[in-house]
């Protein structure tokens, strides 16, 4: 395996079930990163992990809970969802936590399209 | 603010140019991102520009910051059928923040 890879690429929830989301990867970088896209809006930074250090927490519902437990994978645990959550989970890694230079650009995974019925 | 604003959807035809183009809000944004994002898959970097820079060309690809009017552009050349993808710009706003655009979807038509 290369790159960024998620698991599942697709998951149907109900409002009551309790998931995972995970990702991996392989390039050997220090920070990884949740995003959440829906349809024709920018994509919303969630959470930001450096060294397995949380550095940013966007102002998201505590029904989503972010696990890093080493530099190379990374989770997201879900509960009570709400329909509004449908979208596509994306995650990303970079060298370093500093993505104004180059070489830390961020690299991103297929990501998770999640459907909350 | 944090806004960065694109057009949603560009059509063009096969051979000829397509240019995205693309607002941004935060003069100091040191570095303008342009992602690409095919069907099914994640974004994919396809070129930046530092913000003292004017221009970037990079094969068929070509860049042009107005900083003034904190205006991006992104030109592809010669637009071919695998260019049919959603296209992000996104400006950085400190070491690790990226604020991206709602993306614009570019259709290639033959």
């Known amino acids: 395996e290369t790159g960024v890879t998620q698991t599942p690429r697709h998951l149907v929830m109900g409002m009551t079930n309790k998931k995972s989301l995970k990702c991996e990867q392989h390039?050997?970088?220090?920070?990884m990163y949740w995003y959440k896209q829906s349809a024709k809006k920018p994509l919303e930074l969630m959470f930001v992990?450096?060294?397995?250090?949380?550095?940013e927490n966007n102002s998201v519902p505590s029904r989503f809970s972010p696990e890093c437990p080493n530099s190379s994978h990374l989770f997201l645990h879900l509960h009570t969802l709400q329909p509004e959550d449908s979208a596509l989970y994306l995650c990303?890694?970079?060298?370093?936590?500093?993505?104004?230079?180059?070489?830390?650009?961020?690299?991103f995974g297929p990501g998770t399209r999640l459907t909350v019925t | 603010g944090e806004d960065v604003e694109q057009s949603l959807f560009l059509s063009v035809r096969e051979g000829d140019s397509s240019v995205i183009n693309c607002t941004y809000t935060?003069?100091?944004?040191?570095?303008l991102y342009w992602y690409k994002q095919e069907p099914g898959a994640g974004l994919q970097l396809l070129t930046y520009?530092?913000?003292?820079?004017d221009m970037k060309q990079d094969q068929r690809l070509t860049v042009l910051l107005n900083k003034k009017d904190k205006h991006l552009s992104l030109r592809i050349a010669d637009t071919q059928t695998g260019d049919s993808a959603i296209y992000f710009c996104?400006?950085?706003?400190?070491?690790?923040?990226?604020?991206f655009g709602a993306g614009t979807t570019v259709t290639v038509r033959a």
């Open positions: 990303a890694s970079s060298q370093e936590w500093a993505s104004g230079a180059v070489g830390y650009e961020q690299y």
């Open positions: 390039l050997g970088h220090n920070a």
């Open positions: 992990y450096s060294l397995e250090e949380r550095v």
């Open positions: 935060d003069s100091s944004s040191t570095y």
């Open positions: 520009i530092f913000s003292n820079m």
């Open positions: 996104a400006e950085s706003l400190n070491d690790y923040k990226l604020s």
